[in-house]
């Protein structure tokens, strides 16, 4: 019976976490599309800016180059441990818990140090709208990624 309700539970948090992590790469994918349309255009001619950085974002701060970069890297990680995890949900055995664990812990490791460019980003103060979006889900996703990871050690012989 416990079996059952943890299974449940794992099934939930994988729905929520997969449809979260691909919330951030929507908006993720939509500051990184800006930065490049609207960043530095250098030609032959041109000198680069005297404080110029290979991350330079048009909008938010000086941290959102990191932020976004890092959120795309856990975006992908996280939406591609969800689908492994579909296998470990549907055979719920010891078998399948490794490989289902093991990518839900680095794609916990890689949200868990996206936020933390979100922490830096929040103490900069100057971000748009969908920056604080992202930022809000990745908080969340941090602690949801945590508890799916105890969720699927759920699993009894």
């Known amino acids: 019976m416990a079996g059952?309700?943890?299974?449940?539970?794992?099934s939930?948090?994988?729905?929520?976490?997969f449809c979260m992590y691909?919330?951030?790469l929507g908006i993720g994918g939509w500051a990184m599309n800006r930065a490049i349309d609207h960043g530095f255009a250098i030609g032959p001619d041109l000198n680069l800016p005297a404080?110029?950085?290979p991350i330079f974002f048009p909008m938010g701060?000086?941290?959102?180059?990191?932020?976004?970069?890092?959120?795309?890297?856990?975006?992908v990680l996280g939406a591609a441990s969800a689908i492994?995890?579909?296998n470990h949900i549907r055979s719920w055995n010891q078998e399948s818990l490794p490989a289902a664990a093991m990518a839900a812990t680095i794609a916990w490791a890689l949200t868990l140090l996206a936020m933390g460019f979100a922490w830096k980003e929040i103490a900069f103060h100057v971000r748009n709208a969908r920056l604080?979006?992202?930022e809000?889900?990745?908080?969340?996703l941090s602690v949801t990624q945590l508890l799916y990871i105890a969720a699927v050690h759920g699993v009894r012989r």
Request: charge should be positive.
């Open 22 to 24: 691909v919330i951030v």
């Open 61 to 75: 701060n000086a941290a959102t180059g990191f932020f976004v970069t890092f959120s795309l890297l856990a975006g």
């Open 136 to 140: 809000a889900f990745l908080i969340i």
């Open 51 to 53: 404080r110029f950085s």
């Open 4 to 10: 059952d309700q943890t299974k449940s539970v794992a």
């Open 12 to 17: 939930l948090l994988l729905v929520l976490n």
């Open 84 to 86: 492994s995890g579909l």
């Open 132 to 134: 604080r979006t992202m």
